[in-house]
């Protein structure tokens, strides 16, 4: 590679902190900046990266912090010796469905900015609200029971929008800020979500939202590729839909449209080539399945504290538990994801309790977990005959299904569909170890059948490839049982790219963009130059002639629990 070849940055705003990360054309990383709010920032008293209202649960970030951070950011690349004059284009990757509110001078600071000034400076009084709700924000409680009966129910929300109402959604979020502060919501010329604020401090003028990004709204018709006139109109309220939709603006359908040339404020500030493109921004989770080309039907499971699934796939069979995006690159393909509170935290729970009982004390190894799970037989079953063992432990409440915190352990016989509710037949807990990761990849299981597509050979519907990410992707034990219930023609994966996923599908994405021949899609340019050896090792034997079926049998009665657990919850309210 010559020293003046082509560089690409891929920024990504974080609840936390933002960071920017630099690929060459290969996607070799040669620069990464973080700046971390709580410690690197100046004059906000946040916490965490956010400021909270407990008595109405509002949580939101100041909006300056932002600006103050990539001035940080692009400094701190300066001081590495970044060549700003080589980067060709620039993405990013937003916290999804938070919002921004521009005043009505936005777009004249935006275009005047003064390179010896800091963006703060200069752009602290172009926010008609100087801060953006977060995605942990709960205060929309009424706005959501709004959204959700507007069109007939949650299930015809979210066969429209792709979601039924969720507090976060920038929909509901934007009603509440409309009839809290009206004033404000006048005075508001335009509305961003994070990933096209990103955007527009880099382009000088405000950028459209992104394609994928705008499906975390709950206003975005996805068959139909334009806003829900009806749902705009709740959001409205008195000020009416095309004020609000002057608001939000257009949204092109190219995520790798080409927006327009950077804003001349970061040319003379930090010597970026005046030719250097800006790309669409998208969120955070759309950026996460661009760090690494997923084909159609490979899946993406995160192990961390919760439990987050992501496929790309063909089909919209959207429902009220799960959640579809629009591709972010690719036109025909959608993103489906599955968020979960439990995780980790389950899983440690039976770990603690097993290193308890077999005197491993509050030692936080897995070895016990591990061997007491692999040596406890598929849904526990000693004998085909005896009936399948399987439960929900849930520390805390749980959104897949809607319960309570609480624990339901069950008996299910497949071949007569009786579920018997009892702990008497369970070795608690050293059967637990393998049932609290059964009922994990069995939800997961569930809400995606019907999504995946035989892989040849005459195998069942499965992904091709299952990648585990995440702190519990580094458990050979729970892969090997990832791989039994969910399947993998070429096996389970761990996938490492650390915490900088969002970034570098943010500066993938801009590299395809800007390199991509006419009609090359993000998958083939990508997938052609990314080096999976460097990020990707198989762990685990994914699908199992028998083993993958019996499952199948177990998931029907899966399904059946989580319907009774669900009925008797609604009993005793």
């Given at each position: 590679?010559t020293?003046?070849?082509?560089?690409?940055?891929?920024f990504?705003?974080?609840t936390q902190?933002?960071?920017?990360?630099?690929?060459?054309?290969?996607?070799k990383?040669?620069?990464?900046s973080k700046f971390?709010?709580?410690?690197?920032?100046?004059?906000?008293a946040?916490?965490?990266?956010?400021l909270?209202n407990?008595?109405?649960?509002?949580?939101?970030?100041?909006?300056?912090?932002?600006l103050?951070?990539?001035?940080?950011?692009?400094?701190g690349l300066?001081?590495?010796?970044l060549?700003?004059g080589?980067?060709?284009g620039?993405?990013?990757?937003?916290q999804?469905?938070g919002?921004?509110?521009?005043?009505?001078?936005?777009?004249?600071?935006?275009?005047?900015?003064?390179?010896?000034?800091?963006?703060?400076?200069?752009?602290?009084g172009a926010?008609?609200?100087p801060f953006?709700?977060n995605?942990?924000?709960?205060s929309t409680?009424?706005e959501?029971?709004?959204f959700?009966?507007f069109?007939?129910?949650p299930?015809?929300?979210?066969?429209?929008t792709?979601s039924?109402a969720?507090?976060?959604?920038?929909?509901?979020?934007?009603?509440?800020?409309?009839?809290?502060y009206?004033?404000?919501y006048?005075k508001?010329?335009?509305i961003s979500?994070?990933?096209?604020?990103?955007?527009?401090?880099?382009?000088?003028r405000?950028a459209p939202?992104?394609?994928?990004?705008?499906?975390?709204?709950n206003l975005?018709?996805?068959?139909?590729?334009a806003?829900?006139?009806?749902?705009?109109?709740?959001?409205?309220?008195p000020?009416?839909?095309?004020?609000?939709?002057?608001k939000?603006?257009?949204?092109p359908e190219?995520?790798?449209?080409?927006?327009?040339?950077?804003n001349?404020?970061f040319?003379?500030?930090y010597g970026?080539s005046?030719?250097?493109?800006?790309?669409?921004?998208?969120?955070?989770?759309?950026?996460?399945?661009?760090?690494?080309?997923?084909?159609p039907s490979?899946?993406?499971?995160?192990?961390?504290?919760?439990?987050?699934?992501?496929m790309?796939?063909?089909s919209?069979k959207?429902?009220?538990?799960t959640?579809f995006?629009?591709?972010?690159t690719?036109?025909?393909?959608?993103?489906?994801?599955l968020c979960y509170?439990?995780?980790?935290?389950?899983?440690?729970?039976?770990?603690?309790?097993?290193n308890?009982?077999?005197?491993?004390g509050?030692?936080?190894?897995?070895e016990?977990?591990?061997?007491?799970?692999?040596?406890?037989?598929?849904m526990g079953q000693q004998?085909?005959?005896?009936p399948?063992?399987?439960?929900?432990f849930?520390p805390?409440?749980?959104i897949v299904?809607?319960?309570?915190?609480?624990?339901?352990?069950?008996t299910?016989?497949p071949?007569?569909?009786?579920?018997t509710?009892t702990?008497?037949?369970?070795n608690?807990?050293?059967?637990?170890?393998r049932?609290?990761v059964?009922?994990?990849?069995?939800?997961?299981?569930l809400?995606?059948?019907?999504?995946?597509?035989?892989?040849?050979?005459?195998?069942?519907p499965?992904p091709?490839?299952v990648?585990?990410?995440?702190?519990?992707?580094?458990?050979?034990a729970i892969a090997?049982?990832?791989?039994?219930?969910?399947?993998?023609?070429?096996?389970?994966y761990?996938?490492?790219?650390?915490?900088?996923?969002?970034?570098?599908?943010?500066a993938?994405k801009?590299?395809?963009a800007?390199e991509?021949?006419?009609?090359q899609?993000f998958?083939?340019?990508?997938?052609?130059?990314?080096r999976?050896?460097?990020?990707?090792?198989?762990?685990?034997d994914?699908?199992?002639k028998g083993?993958?079926?019996?499952?199948?049998k177990a998931?029907?009665?899966?399904?059946?629990?989580e319907?009774?657990?669900?009925?008797?919850?609604?009993?005793?309210?």
């Open positions: 590679m020293s003046q070849s082509p560089l690409y940055i891929g990504d705003l974080s902190q933002l960071k920017g990360l630099v690929v060459n054309s290969e996607l990383v040669v620069h990464i971390d709010f709580d410690a690197d920032s100046r004059g906000f946040i916490k965490k990266g956010v909270t407990e008595a109405e649960h509002e949580v939101f970030a100041p909006v300056a912090l932002w103050q951070a990539l001035d940080g950011v692009l400094d300066r001081k590495q010796g060549d700003f080589r980067v060709k620039i993405s990013g990757a937003g999804q469905h919002s921004v509110y521009w005043g009505q001078n936005a777009e004249s600071l935006l275009k005047s900015l003064d390179s010896s000034k800091s963006l703060e400076e200069q752009l602290s926010f008609s609200h953006s709700p995605w942990q924000d709960a409680q009424k959501c029971d709004e959700d009966a069109l007939g129910g299930e015809q929300l979210a066969d429209v792709g039924k969720h507090h976060r959604f920038t929909g509901p979020q934007i009603l509440r800020m409309q009839r809290k009206p004033e404000v006048k508001t010329a335009r979500l994070v990933s096209s604020f990103l955007a527009s401090l880099l382009l000088g405000i939202l992104d394609i994928s990004d705008v499906c975390g709204m975005w018709d996805i068959k139909k590729g806003y829900e006139e009806r749902l705009l109109g709740l959001c409205a309220g000020f009416g839909v095309e004020d609000l939709k002057r939000l603006g257009d949204v190219d995520g790798g449209l080409h927006l327009g040339k950077i001349r404020y040319v003379e500030r970026f005046s030719d250097c493109e800006i790309l669409p921004s998208t969120g955070d989770n759309p950026a996460t399945i661009l760090a690494l080309p997923l084909r490979d899946a993406m499971v995160s192990l961390g504290t919760s439990t987050t699934f992501l790309s796939t063909p919209y959207p429902d009220p538990a959640h995006f629009n591709h972010p690719t036109p025909g393909l959608y993103m489906f994801m509170k439990n995780g980790g935290l389950a899983r440690e729970h039976v770990r603690d309790a097993i308890e009982k077999l005197g491993s509050a030692s936080q190894s897995w016990s977990f591990d061997k007491v799970m692999l040596e406890t037989p598929p004998t085909e005959s005896d399948m063992k399987m439960g929900l849930f805390r409440p749980e299904p809607n319960v309570r915190a609480g624990q339901w352990r069950f299910y016989d071949a007569s569909g009786t579920l509710e702990d008497d037949a369970w608690k807990p050293l059967e637990e170890a049932a609290i059964e009922s994990q990849m069995l939800s997961l299981r809400r995606s059948r019907g999504l995946t597509q035989s892989p040849g050979d005459g195998l069942p499965q091709r490839r990648y585990l990410v995440g702190g519990g992707s580094k458990n050979k090997k049982v990832a791989g039994e219930i969910l399947g993998g023609s070429d096996g389970v761990k996938l490492d790219v650390g915490d900088n996923a969002c970034a570098l599908g943010a993938y801009a590299v395809w800007i991509r021949k006419p009609g899609t998958e083939d340019l990508i997938g052609q130059r990314w999976e050896e460097e990020f990707i090792e198989k762990i685990a994914g699908y199992q083993v993958f079926e019996k499952y199948g998931v029907e009665g899966f399904e059946k629990m319907q009774q657990v669900l009925k008797q919850e609604a009993a005793t309210k």
